[in-house]
């Protein structure tokens, strides 16, 4: 089974459970990046196009709604059962059942102008898939406009959390003399009927550093207006061992 086809099996295991523990989570990182939303908002005459990519049930949907931003939202996602559950929550917002990099790839030339990835990006489990992703993002978003990447870090709080997956991967990059990358990542999810069928699921996560994503970055048109890392307040910071996750604000 691929990495893809396991997450999806999870989320759409728990698609519901997923919508009611989590799109009440006041998330620090959209607070953070609230300003530079405001900004290209305002300063568009039309409402602005704006892309989810791995939009869960759509939580960002009602992030928006409740800052009364007026924009064209399309969210998508690979999870069927995420976006069964978004669509009847969220009716009167756009929601696609679509991997996010065939998503993009499908999107017209300079038509958004603002991504969102939030926890997501880091679910793309080659180099040349980021790449391809970032290259087609670049393609679609207009002039002057901007992308957000939120990705998991590699704090001192994940290492803890997830130590057994975070030491296999340490244990496999070693023995193949750093052919598997130690920040590919399966973290374990257990089934909501794990009592009965004792399944757990290993959702796979690459943790990017700061210079990994910098010199992916490079390797494309973007520039950078911010990357850093974002604690638990909500704060920027460069100490990756007390953050919660990266940011990566890029500008075409």
């Known amino acids: 089974m691929s990495h893809q086809e396991e997450l999806i099996n999870c989320y759409d295991s728990q698609a519901s459970h997923f919508h009611h523990t989590r799109w009440f989570h006041k998330r620090p990182e959209l607070e953070y990046?609230?300003?530079?939303?405001?900004?290209?908002?305002?300063?568009i005459s039309t409402k602005p196009v704006m892309y989810d990519l791995g939009c869960w049930s759509g939580r960002i949907a009602w992030w928006l709604d409740e800052q009364w931003y007026e924009v064209d939202y399309f969210g998508a996602d690979f999870s069927q059962g995420m976006i069964d559950v978004a669509n009847?929550?969220?009716p009167s917002h756009n929601f696609y059942h679509q991997d996010m990099l065939s998503f993009v790839q499908d999107s017209n030339q300079q038509s958004v102008d603002c991504v969102l990835s939030l926890a997501a990006f880091h679910?793309?489990?080659t180099k040349q898939e980021r790449l391809l992703?970032?290259?087609?993002?670049?393609?679609?978003l207009q002039y002057g406009w901007v992308v957000i990447l939120i990705n998991r870090s590699y704090s001192d709080w994940f290492f803890k959390k997830?130590?057994?997956a975070c030491l296999q991967a340490i244990g496999k990059s070693a023995l193949s003399l750093g052919y598997a990358k130690r920040n590919d990542i399966l973290v374990p999810r257990k089934d909501p009927k794990y009592h009965e069928n004792k399944n757990i699921y290993h959702r796979y996560y690459h943790i990017f550093t700061l210079n990994e994503l910098k010199k992916l970055i490079q390797l494309t048109n973007f520039s950078i207006?911010?990357?850093s890392y974002i604690d638990q307040q909500g704060n920027s910071t460069l100490e990756r061992?007390?953050?919660?996750?990266?940011?990566c604000i890029l500008r075409k």
Do not use: A, F, G, W
């Open 33 to 43: 990046i609230k300003p530079v939303l405001e900004s290209t908002i305002s300063d």
């Open 241 to 247: 061992k007390n953050s919660r996750n990266s940011i």
């Open 162 to 164: 997830y130590q057994s």
């Open 225 to 227: 207006q911010e990357i």
């Open 133 to 140: 992703m970032l290259h087609n993002l670049y393609r679609i």
């Open 123 to 125: 679910h793309l489990p």
């Open 88 to 90: 009847k929550t969220y």
